[in-house]
């Protein structure tokens, strides 16, 4: 069963759905990146999926885009939700990046195809988190989140959460352990039409790194992550650390952890030219080569439909891209939402035209799709 609206969420999907080792680390280098993800000492199945990518927008220029999935816990088939999360996330993005529009335009758009992917499977008995970070070449970082999986800023000893949990305490800007129902969800991908993905922009020209981790590693001391983050000669080391430690401390939940330091992810001179695009996640690499022109036409006639919904867009995602990484930490929304809370019909409307937009992507050149050796 195809998950997604084209060809490449249906491959990714299964390709995050394939069996692996309990336990993985993937350096790349060249982008100053890392991911790790651990089962844990507890779990019987690994519900985390996390993935690095890299492409090209339709002006050619190259973004590197991460992201991380943990499946929910105690509903529905949670490692399937997240391969399908991030499947459909990633293979989504790489439609909208051919559209003449704003970066964070297509990370909520991604967002919310993934929701219609998970919810038209499960119908809202399962579903999944979901954290990304796009780093572009025209210099501009934006992240994204919905449930309980973080984004943190890294610099030095320093570690500031950009995310704020989709959880009762995170809105109030509280601990989890601190009131009853802390850590009962608000939204996640796969509740349907009340989706309301945070998205926002960190300020250009920061240095430092960008780290996503799900909730079986982010339960460590903040101030030690950042101690581990400071002291680690490189993010393949850290990302190692973090998880190892996540085990060390009982390992009660899967981890996973991605980490990019944005210096060097922001040069472009670090860039291949080969078309297609390329993504790594903690046990492997996989290549997918396209006939890029006319992909990008085939695209841009599907995506022609989200021109007239751009403003519906900015108010339903809360956008905050021309916010600096300090005002987007101090002005974060303390709105509750439960699940029984209506979306307004605008963003009910931005479903049905995603929906609407499978029948015309599915009409794509066919793929060709490598499988190198996994590494673990």
């Avoid at 060809?7 to 991911?35: E, P």
């Avoid at 997240?82 to 559209?99: K, M, V």
């Avoid at 501009?140 to 320093?158: A, M, P, T």
Wanted: aromatic share 6%.
């Amino acid at each position: 069963m195809i998950h997604g609206s084209n060809r490449i969420q249906s491959q990714l999907t299964a390709w995050f759905m394939r069996r692996t080792a309990h336990s993985g680390i993937r350096r790349v280098a060249d982008l100053s990146a890392a991911i790790a993800n651990d089962i844990g000492s507890v779990r019987v199945e690994n519900q985390d999926r996390v993935a690095i990518a890299r492409g090209k927008d339709f002006a050619g220029r190259s973004f590197i885009l991460v992201g991380l999935s943990d499946g929910i816990g105690g509903m529905k088939d949670g490692a399937e939700c997240a391969a399908i999360t991030l499947g459909s996330f990633f293979g989504a993005f790489f439609d909208e990046a051919q559209s003449d529009d704003k970066p964070e335009h297509w990370l909520s758009r991604s967002a919310f195809q993934s929701d219609l992917a998970v919810h038209s499977k499960f119908d809202g008995a399962g579903g999944a988190t979901l954290v990304a970070v796009l780093i572009c070449t025209s210099g501009s970082v934006h992240w994204l989140s919905v449930g309980d999986s973080r984004v943190y800023y890294s610099h030095g000893e320093n570690l500031t959460q950009l995310s704020v949990d989709d959880t009762i305490a995170g809105q109030l800007g509280m601990q989890n352990d601190s009131i009853p129902g802390r850590s009962s969800l608000l939204q996640f991908i796969g509740m349907g039409n009340q989706l309301e993905p945070h998205v926002s922009q960190l300020e250009t020209g920061l240095k430092g790194s960008v780290l996503l981790m799900s909730d079986g590693v982010h339960f460590i001391d903040s101030a030690w992550i950042g101690k581990i983050i400071a002291h680690s000669a490189d993010p393949g080391k850290c990302v190692q650390r973090l998880a190892e430690i996540a085990k060390w401390c009982g390992g009660a939940d899967n981890a996973s952890v991605a980490m990019i330091e944005l210096e060097i992810a922001l040069n472009e001179k670090v860039y291949c030219q080969e078309t297609g695009y390329q993504i790594w996640d903690s046990f492997g690499e996989l290549q997918i080569i396209v006939d890029s022109e006319s992909y990008k036409r085939k695209v841009q006639q599907a995506l022609t439909v989200n021109t007239a919904k751009l403003s519906v867009n900015d108010n339903s995602a809360k956008l905050a891209n021309d916010q600096p990484i300090e005002k987007s930490i101090k002005d974060k929304p303390k709105t509750k939402r439960t699940r029984g809370s209506r979306k307004p019909k605008e963003v009910a409307a931005e479903h049905k035209l995603e929906s609407s937009k499978g029948s015309k992507t599915e009409k794509l050149p066919q793929l060709i799709i490598q499988f190198p050796e996994k590494a673990i």
